[in-house]
């Protein structure tokens, strides 16, 4: 992995992890036109967590998770319902059409604690999103690398924006990321005779869920 330590170099890389959009699900589209066909309003996101509607929303949110596989949209940190929200890429104070667009919904973690906020709550109702790598962007994954201390390494201005704002290069979360390098077998003596299965491994989902920070793990495994 050692290519990865150099910050303009521009081989294949593995990053932020390119979440393919499910269609929105039945329980959303039936609450929106039930709710203006009974109020003559649309619905705003807010109106989610009002009492009658918090199951529509806990709906919402296992699409997403399922469709993440049970990973933050921005980190790769593993989540679940306790631990994480919904994620608008667009900001609602800027997009207000786009608050139940299921296309814009994502799911992020909560940050690693209250002090050090990353991701979603790091990020806010920041409105210039066009500056920003988005998970929805299929090619996301070619503007970062990472290093097997676990760094994360911009490739481009638009890598280092999106790393800045979102906090992914936190001490905390570099800690966890080489915590999962270190776990997943690249330094063992028969790396080499298992490099592919271990690849594999990081790929494919279990029980419908992948494992945590497994971009760059791939990506330790493919660059070592």
């Not at 997009?95 to 002090?115: A, F, I, Q």
Request: net charge negative; glycine share 4%.
């Amino acid at each position: 992995c050692s290519k990865s330590s150099n910050p303009h170099w521009k081989g294949t890389a593995q990053g932020m992890r390119y979440i393919q959009k499910r269609p929105t699900p039945a329980s959303l589209g039936q609450f929106m036109e039930q709710y203006k066909k009974r109020t003559g309003e649309k619905p705003n996101y807010r109106t989610l967590s009002l009492r009658p509607y918090r199951k529509v929303k806990e709906k919402v949110k296992e699409s997403l998770l399922k469709e993440q596989y049970g990973l933050c949209c921005y980190c790769m940190k593993r989540i679940d319902r306790h631990n994480s929200h919904i994620e608008h890429f667009r900001p609602q104070s800027k997009y207000p059409d786009l608050v139940l667009d299921y296309t814009n919904m994502l799911v992020s973690c909560n940050g690693l604690t209250e002090e050090y906020e990353n991701c979603g709550h790091k990020k806010a109702d920041f409105a210039e999103e066009e500056s920003l790598v988005s998970p929805l962007d299929p090619e996301c994954a070619s503007h970062f690398a990472y290093s097997v201390s676990g760094e994360i390494i911009p490739l481009d201005t638009q890598a280092f924006e999106t790393i800045s704002l979102l906090n992914l290069d936190s001490y905390l979360l570099t800690e966890a990321r080489k915590a999962a390098i270190e776990w997943s077998g690249l330094f063992d003596d028969d790396f080499e005779e298992k490099k592919e299965d271990l690849i594999r491994l990081y790929q494919t989902p279990y029980k419908g869920r992948l494992e945590a920070f497994c971009e760059a793990v791939i990506y330790c495994l493919q660059h070592e």
